[in-house]
């Protein structure tokens, strides 16, 4: 959608960049390419790049982080459900711990998806 509407693809190309270091194991370019992706992504595709760094932060152990690059990817876009639900997913995974995590999997299935 985003190259439909005449977005510069730099932010595209920093993020698929992102995920070919991940591929590769090399975490640290990875996250640079985040953060530079993050400087010249449009506010309406913020939450693109804010997913990735939460998956990053979150395989890297820095799960206040991710949590919180999560909830900001929640706040920046409550239209694309399905998007919506793997944020949702991924932010459920990160506040629970696995005690509580299929209590909270049952809660979070009961959930309406469209008012999420």
Known sequence: MALLQGVG???LLQTLASLYWR???NT???MDCLRMALTSVPEEFCDVVLVSLGSLLHTLGY???ALKAASDALDKNSVEVR???NKVHLKMGLESNMDNRFGNYAKYNSCDMVTL
């Open 9 to 11: 693809p730099s932010w």
């Open 28 to 30: 640290h370019n990875a």
């Open 83 to 85: 998007r919506q639900h």
């Open 23 to 25: 591929v590769r194991g």
């Open 63 to 65: 799960l206040n982080e």
